[in-house]
C-alpha cells in the first residue's frame, strides 16, 4: 500500500486541536499539517498530494464569516472537496461546515449540549465499517449550541434526543460528527475554565460533575476515536491506492 501523504487539519481556535488523534497520526505513520485558520493561515501544500482534510471544532458559528473571514474561504475549499471526492472528516463545527458546502441548513439548537450524552445509533451507523463498533447509547463527549440539516445524499448515522443529526457519511470517504471523539481530558479541563461564565449561565451544567464523568468516560472515548480515526486513516489510503492504480491502467 502506498505511503498517505500529509492531513491537512483546519484549526479554528488554539484550545481546540487534534487531542488523541495525534497518537493515531504517528501510530499509522501518517503526517499531518495543523493551518492555523485562527492565526490567518492558509495551506501552501500541493493539493494533488493531499490525502485527507480533517475540519476541527470552534466557538464560532458558519454563519459568522464577517468576524472570521476564513470560513467563506473554507466552505469553498469544502465544497470544492466534496466536487472532487477528497475525504473529509468534520467534528463539531467542523461537521456544520460540511454541511453549509453541501447545501444544507446550519441553526442554532433549543439546548446547548455541553457534557456526556448518549447518542444513538441508527441501522447505517450501526452497519457503518468506522462507527459500527460504538454501541447504541455510547457516552460521547458535547460541545455544540448548534445543530444542522443532513445534506442532500448524506447517510444519518448516529442521533441523540436533543439532536437528530449527530454523525453523517457522504459517500465513501465524508464523515461529519457533531460530538468529539478527539478530546483529552486536559482539553476538557482548558474548555471548562476558558467558558466558566458561558457555563455559569446554564443552571443544568456543573462543572466538577462534568470533570468527574470525564474521569470515567474518557478511556472508553479514547478507545472509540482511535479505533475511529484508524480507520478513516486505512479507508483513505485503499482510496488513494485503488486511484493510483486506475490512472497507471489508463497510461
Known sequence: ?????????????????????????????????????????????????????????????????????????????IRTALKQEVAL?????GAQLIAAAGG???YHGNFKEIGWYPIS???????DSLLGHLPDKAIVFQWHGDSFDLPKGAQRLA??????????????????????????????????????KELARLPYIAPDKMRADTATYS?????YGERFFSEFIRRVSASKSRREEEQEAKV
Open 159 to 196: 442521533s441523540s434526543i436533543y439532536y437528530d443529526n449527530q454523525a453523517f457519511r457522504m459517500g465513501r470517504n465524508v464523515y461529519g460528527l457533531q460530538f468529539h471523539l478527539e478530546v483529552t481530558p486536559a482539553m476538557i479541563d482548558l474548555w471548562i475554565n476558558q467558558h466558566s
Open 1 to 77: 500500500m502506498s505511503r498517505i501523504q500529509d492531513f491537512l487539519i483546519f484549526q479554528h481556535a488554539p484550545e481546540e486541536g487534534v487531542g488523541s488523534f495525534a497518537q493515531v497520526f504517528e501510530r499509522e505513520r501518517v503526517s499531518y499539517h495543523c493551518v492555523r485558520l485562527f492565526e490567518g493561515e492558509l495551506p501552501d501544500e500541493n493539493w494533488d498530494e493531499i490525502a485527507a482534510v480533517v475540519i476541527l471544532g470552534g466557538p464560532m458559528s458558519v454563519a459568522e464569516e464577517e468576524k472570521y473571514p476564513f470560513l467563506k474561504w473554507e466552505k469553498t475549499i
Open 219 to 223: 478511556p472508553t472515548l479514547k478507545y
Open 89 to 93: 472528516l468534520g467534528i463539531c463545527l
Open 121 to 127: 445509533m441508527t441501522l447505517e451507523g450501526e452497519m
Open 104 to 106: 444544507a441548513q446550519v
